[in-house]
């Protein structure tokens, strides 16, 4: 599903990331850990297009990326969700238009599937908060509306960056608990966290897999992760 | 997507779409007024360059294929002088008809000058004679060797000196009208760029958020390029409207004023105007489409 060979990618003159042959394939639950400023968002970037690899390749969905048009890579966004740490919202729309972003832009029409978007916003838990504007909202409302938007496209990949960032421990195993669901529905997971306790609660229930970024690599970590 | 889907689909519009993009009131105004205010001059140039397009064809129409023979001798020998021109303008070829000028008629040529009840006939005035070519011209330079032998106090007048110059300047203030209209499209164009800009540069973060979900920049270009087609639209409508009607209320050129009160429409001319807000609709599309694009590009 996502394959990198050989994958280098550099910024201003110097190489953030080196050497990275890995596979993510579909169905599989990965954490991805380092230290701040190791390029855990970069790497992220990288497995939902934003990047382009500075060499080696990159394969989505068996497609290279570097080979991707722009209309390409908007249609790659619709097949892996992403949510970011500061979850950017159109403020000036109610939380249930924000989730449905996705569907509009796709020229779909939110109208007709409001019962799925009803459905979607109770799970996350936000039925109540549907008419209100972003800033209006919380930090874990926040983070699990940007979940929300990120799956109601049925996407095949989540992609979270810092999911849990700004949110308590409560609300962390609350959305922990989400994607977890949302793996054994089959979706491909990769979450990029420095929470350690984060990755030991969802390894009590599922088969998730660490990935830690150590002296510009991508590696498997070991057992004690 | 192409440009006539484009168009197709921006004339059709999208109301959820349309929503994506927050309302910019100062751009909106921005554009609006620019709209209006060149759509306003616009009209102003196309008057300007039909009234000189028509003065052109009336002062080329008017003058040629005429001419004027002007007898100046002393009082005794005008008769003879001018029957004498006229007998060698009845046997020039290329030439029609000659006939002299009436009292009455030389006193309504004098009069813007000299005022009604200008007694001709006891001031020394050269007698007139109005020459009337064929299709095919006449030699002038051997006319005038035939009426000086004949008629040493004859000038042939045949116009040209002074009427191609005239022609000239009407010909020129219309190539103005056209280029001014030119302009204003291309300052509009420029102006609705800039706004364009304005409003990509302060929705950066809108954009952001609208590829990070999938949105083609087809979708978030016809967004903007839709929103400001429409502004541009119904600003040039305004100011077109307001023009014509300023236009509407100049004096008519009947009443006598000369080329400036035929700075106007006329008949079917009126509809000229109404091709000024779809064109600014078109200018604004374009404009609005190239910036987005390539902003769109610049952004992410």
Redesign the interface.
Known sequence: MIEFQDVAYSYGGGELLTGIDLSLPQGSFHFLTGPSGAGKTTFLKLCYGELVPSSGRIELFGRDVRGMS??DI?????RVG?V?QDC??????PLE?NVA??L???GRD?GAEAADLKELLAWVGLSKQRGSLPPELSGGERQRAALA?AII?APEVIVADEPTGNVDWEMSLRLLQLLVELHRMGKTILIATHDINLIRAAKQQTQARVLRIRNRQVQLAGADL | MSLGADLLAMATGDR??D??V??TGFTARLTLFTAAAMAFLAVFALALSLATGRLADRWSDALARTATVRISAPMGQVEAQTQAALRVLETTPGIASARPLGDAEQRALLEPWFGPDLPVDTLPIPQLIEVVETGDGYDAQGLRLRLQAEAPGAVLDDHTRWRAPLVRAAERLRLLGILSMALIAAATGAMITLAANAALNANA??I??????????V?IARAFVRRFTLRALSGAAAGTVLAMIAIALLPGAETGGGFLTGLGFQGAGWLWPLVIPPLAALTAFWATRTAAFRA??EL?
Request: aromatic content about 6%; overall charge positive; glycine content about 2%.
């Open positions: 722009r209309d908007a249609w790659l966004r619709r992403v970011h950017q919202f159109l403020d000036h729309l238009e972003l996705p509009t832009v796709a939110a938007r496209m | 959820q779409a929503r994506v927050p309302p973060q809108v952001r958020v609208l590829r990070l979900v999938g949105a083609r920049d979708y769109l590009r992410m």
